[in-house]
C-alpha cells in the first residue's frame, strides 16, 4: 500500500506553506493536465483517532501512522498531502494534524482552527473522524472546533460540498497499551472483516466521485488542477493573514492570475515561433501569398491552446484575459499587417500605372482606359485584403484602399494633365506654323487689306484648331467649364501669335519701311533697277515710296483684330505727308498749329493694342527720312550726270559756225593727205586715252570729281600707252610665224594695239646663240 504514492507536508506545524514542494508535486503528478477532473479529500478529528490509518487503507496511501504499542501520541504534524493510488478521477488527500493534542497545549486552538478553515475551503470531500462514545457528549473531541467554524466561518465556506462523517468504533485494535491482549481472537478477527468490508464499501463511494451523484457530483466553483498549487498557498496565506475568507473572490483572483500567466506563456510561444518570425520577416520585404490564412492559423492555435488550458477557471475572467491576449496578439502582427497592406498597395499602383500607359498606348480612351484600368486593379486589390485579412481580427483595410484609390486618382490626373498639356501644345504648335509666317507675310505686303486678311486668316485657323481639340478632348470626358477654358486658351493663344508676330515686325518697322522705299524707289513697275537717264521724275517717285512706306507704319502701328476702325492712317498722313510747294519750296501756310502725333496714345484704341505710338511713329519717320535722303540724293545726281554724259557734242548752232569759218581748212587737209593720216593718228590716240581714262564713267558723278579723277590718271596712262608702243616696236619678226589679219584684228581693239601675251612674260630662245631674250610683263 502507497508503494506508487508520493506525499509531501504541505503545511509544517509552524504554520508554514511548502510552496516549492507543492510546486514539484503537481509537476509530479501532472495535475496540471487534469483539469477540472480531479477531486481533493481532507480528513480532520481529535489526536490519535486513526485519520492517517483511515486513509492509508481508504486511498492506499504512505501518511504516517501510529504506534499502537507507543501509545497515543502526535503522529501527524500540520497538514500532508498524497495522491490517491487506482481511484478515478484523481484524487488529493490531505491528513490534518489532531486536535485535542497535549503537544499543542490547553489554549493553542489557533492552529486547528486555520487547519480546518483550510481543508474546508480547498476541499471537495472533508471526512470527520469521530469517536463513538463521543457522540452525545457537549464537550466531545473536536466539536468545539467544528462549531466555532460552522457558526463563525460558514458564510465562506462554499467548496466544500460534501461532509462525511466517519464513527470510530475500536473493534479492530485498541490503543490503550496492554489491553488488547485481554480481547479474544475472535473478537478481533470479526473486527477486522468489519473494518476491511466497511473500508472496500467507503472506497467505492470516491471512484467517479465528482460525477453527478457522487460524493462531490454538485460541487462549485472549482479552481483548475493547473491553479490548485497557487490556489492553495493564497488560501492559507488569507487564513494565517485572518483575513475575511471570500471564497469566490479568491477563486476569480486565482482565475486572474492563472489566466494571465497562461496568456502571457502563449503570447511568447507566438513571439518565438519560427513561423511567424519567418513570416514577419518575409513581410517586410514583399507580398506574402496566403498570409491572412498563415497568420490566423498561428493565432487560432495560440488562442485554442490558450482556450484548452485555462477552460476550467472562472469564465468572466478567463474570457476577460483570452480578450486581453487576443488583444495583445493582434497588437503584435498587426505592424506586419500594415506592411502587407502598404505592399499591396505599391505593387498594385505600379501594376495600375503600367496597364493605363499601356491602355493609352493601345489607343484606348482616356477616360475608358482610366475607369477600365480602375475598376480592375481596386477589384484586385480588394482581392489582396482579402486574402491578407486575419479570422481573429476585424480590421477595416478603407483607409489603406482610399489612399490607394488617391495615388491612382493623382496618378491619372498627373497623366491628364501630361496629355491635356501635350494636346494643348500639339494645336499651339499648330496654329504657330499656320499663323506666324503667313502674318509676317501680310504685315511685310501691308496694304489696306492687310488687317481683314490676317483676321481671315486667324478664323479659319482658330476654328480648324479648336474643332479639332473640341473632339480630342470628348476622350477626357470633361466637364464642360473644363473644356470651355482650354477652347478659350487655344483661342487666346492664337490671337497672342498674331500679336507677337505683330510685335515683331513692329520692332523692325524701319527696316521694313527702307526696305520698301528702295524696292520702290530703285525699281521700275517690271521690278527692274533703274536707270537714271534723265528721264525720270525724281520727286514723283520718291513721294509714292515714301506713301508706300507711310502706308507700312500705320499699318504696324496697332494691332486690328476686331473689325472696329481707326483713324491712325489719316493721322500719320495728315502729319507725315509731303506738304511742301513744288514751285516755292517752301511749307504750307494750311499746316494745322498743332502736331497730331504729339500723343503717346492713338485715339480709339486701346492702349494694349498699340505697337507703335504716334510719338514713336513721328521718330520713326524722320529717322527713316534721314536714312533714304541720300539714295535721293545719289539718284539725282546720277541723273544729272548722265545728262551731262548725253551732251558732249556742241550746240548746232556751233556746229553751224565751224563749217562755215572752217571751210578753207576742210579744204586744205583734201589737198594734203598728209595731214588727214596726221589726224587719223590723233583720233586713235585720242579713242584710246577715252577708253583708258574711262572719260564718261569719271563724269559720272560729276564734272569737279571727274576732272580731278582724270587728271591723276591722265600721266600715267600715256606713259602705259607709250611704252606698250615700245615694246611692240623692240619685238623681232618671228620667221616661222607669221602675223595673220586674225591677230592684227585682235591686237587693235578701241583703237589700240595690245599684246595678247602682255599679262605674262614673253620668253623667245635663240637657236644660234643659245641666248634667252625675255621681255618683262607689262601691267
Known sequence: ???????????????????????????????????????????????????????????????????AFKGRSQTTKGIWLAKCADIEPSTLVMDLEGSDGRERGEDDTAFEKQSALFALAVSDIVLINMWCHDIGREQAANKPLLKTVFQVMIPCLVSANTLLFVIVIRTKVDVVGPQILKRKRSTVKEGIIAYVLKVASLRQRFNHSINPGGLAGDRRGVVPASGFSFSAQQMWKVIKENKDLDLPAHKVMVATVRCEEIANEKLAHVTSDEEWQELEEAVQHDVVPGFGKKLSSILDKCLSGYDMEAFYFDEGVRTSKRQQLESKLLQLVNPAYQSMLGHLRAKTLDAFKEAFDKALERGEGFASAAHDCTQAFMSKFEKGCEDASIQQAKWDPSKVRDKLRRDIDAHISSVRAEKLSELSAQYEGRLNKALAEPVEALLDAAGDDTWPAIRKLLQKETRAAVSGLSSALSAYELDQETVDKMLLKLENYAKSVVESKAKEEAGRVLIRMKDRFSTLFSRDADSMPRVWTGKEDIRSITKTARSASMKLLSVMAAVRLDDESDNIEKTISRALGDNTNANSGVTDRSIQSFDPLASSSWDEVPIERTLITPVQCKSLWRQFKAETEYTVTQAIAAQEANKRNNNWLPPPWAIAAMLVLGFNEFMTLLRNPLYL??????FLVGKALWVQLDISGEFRNGALPGLLSLSTKFLPTVMNILKKLADEGQ?????????GPELDSKSFRNGVYSNSTSDASSNISSPESGVEYSSPSTE
Open 731 to 739: 619685238q623681232p619678226a618671228a620667221p616661222e610665224r607669221r602675223r
Open 1 to 67: 500500500m502507497g508503494a506508487d504514492c508520493h506525499s509531501i507536508q504541505l503545511i509544517d506545524g509552524d504554520g508554514v506553506f511548502n510552496v516549492s514542494g507543492l510546486e514539484n508535486f503537481v509537476k509530479a503528478m501532472n495535475l496540471a493536465e487534469c483539469g477540472l477532473s480531479y477531486a481533493v479529500v481532507s480528513i480532520m478529528g481529535p489526536q490519535s483517532s486513526g485519520k492517517s490509518t483511515l486513509l492509508n487503507h481508504l486511498f492506499r496511501t504512505n501518511f504516517r501512522e501510529m504506534d
Open 677 to 682: 593720216a596726221v589726224i587719223f593718228v590723233a
